[in-house]
């Protein structure tokens, strides 16, 4: 039971240049969802999916789109990515649980746009 | 914007004391939950605590809850160089979309041994 995993760990991106941060959870939860955290600050939400074939946008959607692959998978992309766009990107999955929604993370991806 | 806001900022703290870290929110919440971030990593789930709860308790940890204030505390007591890690409080609101957490900045801990 691997939880929540991402790939890559790394990424260096030159402005303008796209791509794809994978993220899949073996938990069997319906939600999932993709945040970026900024340095000194907290977590802020980009898109999120509630269930198997719905997205919704979050605090920050600019610049970013996802796709809701299946339950298990949930993957963010930059078109076009910006130095702005730097930062670590985070992947989490909740369920239900008696209305709790805790949230499970991955390690998160580390990018860099230069 | 931020629903939650922590306080203070950072803290740091000798070995065997107990921390505190404080929590404001905005609106009305169906839950509060508290979350710990080794740098470098993931957050990790340390304890939730309803709207109907006024203090709830796990280990060293104790939860409290003040919705007429809007405001929690999370309190460590005997801490250990273990502790050391940013904290984040995170308010969920549940809307026609599906559940979202809404993180505040978080409490940076430090723990000396």
């Known amino acids: 039971n691997a939880g929540v995993t991402q790939t890559p760990k790394f990424q260096v991106l030159k402005t303008g240049q796209s791509m794809t941060l994978q993220c899949a959870q073996d938990m069997n939860h319906n939600s999932m969802y993709w945040y970026r955290q900024d340095p000194g600050m907290g977590l802020r939400l980009i898109y999120y999916?509630?269930?198997?074939?719905?997205?919704d946008k979050g605090e920050v959607p600019n610049g970013y789109n996802v796709s809701r692959l299946n339950k298990r998978e949930f993957s963010l992309r930059l078109e076009s990515a910006a130095p702005s766009q730097t930062s670590v990107y985070f992947c989490?999955?909740?369920?239900?649980?008696?209305?709790?929604?805790?949230?499970?993370f991955g390690p998160g991806t580390r990018l860099t746009v230069t | 914007s931020q629903q939650g806001e922590e306080d203070p900022q950072a803290l740091s703290i000798q070995e065997g004391e107990n921390a505190t870290m404080n929590c404001s929110y905005k609106?009305?919440?169906?839950?509060l939950q508290w979350y710990r971030q080794n740098s470098g990593r993931g957050l990790v789930h340390l304890i939730l605590i309803r709207s109907n709860e006024r203090e709830k308790h796990s280990g060293r940890l104790r939860v409290t809850l003040d919705t007429s204030k809007k405001s929690s505390s999370l309190l460590i007591t005997a801490s250990r160089a273990a502790d050391t890690a940013s904290y984040f409080c995170a308010t969920l609101d549940r809307g026609a979309s599906g559940s979202r957490l809404t993180f505040g900045e978080g409490t940076q801990l430090t723990v000396n041994p």
């Open positions: 999916s509630a269930s198997e074939g719905t997205t």
């Open positions: 609106t009305s919440i169906n839950n």
């Open positions: 989490a999955s909740s369920d239900r649980a008696g209305g709790a929604y805790e949230q499970y």
